[in-house]
């Protein structure tokens, strides 16, 4: 039994020790507890300062005597000089408040935060978050698509010129009639009963031009 009441806090200790930097990684993840008020009416505390995903989640509670707002700057800034700025922002809380704020960041880089208030923010009501996201990953295979090639490769098709156009409406050439049902440089069987029966076709005689050779 003694052996037992040992053991036991062990593990009690050993979960605890896994379970502490789980949480931790977490929050830094892309969670932020956000205090107005503290460490003086005019301030922000701001719990992790650096986060590495997005979307920011802000957990925003006043601890002051006074209404304030928290707003974030949604363009990088190197300085938080910035009394007013594009951004996202609570409603103004009431001493006691709290409100969940989310941003969604696409790029790494330092974010200006204030009060939503300009004359809380020109007081010092502000400061800077460090934003690192990890940087996309290319899709699998290298982002390459190969297109197979067609099993017609090497193969010509021919369209036939249409019998009619040019060269096919008839006439004399070289003393001979042309035969306009024969497009140019169309070839026919030579022989007795073949043909367009035109001279040339016997040979010896000169061509008619009318594509039946």
């Known amino acids: ?69 928290f707003k974030l700057c949604t363009k990088p800034s190197a300085t938080d000089t910035a009394d007013t700025c594009k951004g996202v922002a609570t409603k103004l809380l009431a001493p006691g408040a709290s409100q969940m704020l989310t941003v969604k960041l696409t790029e790494s880089g330092t974010y200006e935060y204030l009060s939503g208030t300009a004359s809380q923010a020109r007081a010092g009501m502000k400061g800077l978050l460090t934003v690192s996201l990890a940087a996309p990953t290319s899709g699998s295979g290298g982002g390459t698509t190969t297109t197979p090639a067609s099993s017609g490769v090497g193969t010509t098709t021919t369209t036939p010129k249409s019998s009619t156009g040019s060269g096919s409406s008839g006439g004399v050439v070289n003393g001979q009639a042309t035969d306009p049902a024969c497009a140019a440089g169309t070839a026919i069987p030579v022989g007795p009963g073949a043909g367009d029966q035109d001279d040339d076709n016997e040979g010896g005689f000169p061509t008619d031009g009318d594509g039946c050779l």
């Open 1 to 69: 039994m003694r052996r037992y009441r040992l053991i036991l806090p062990i593990l009690v200790l050993a979960l605890l020790g896994a379970a502490i930097p789980a949480a931790l990684q977490a929050r830094s993840a892309g969670t932020i507890a956000v205090t107005a008020g503290v460490p003086k009416e005019l301030a922000f505390k701001v719990s992790p300062k650096k986060i590495t995903a997005s979307p920011a989640v802000f957990h925003v509670t006043n601890r002051g005597k006074q209404p304030h707002s």
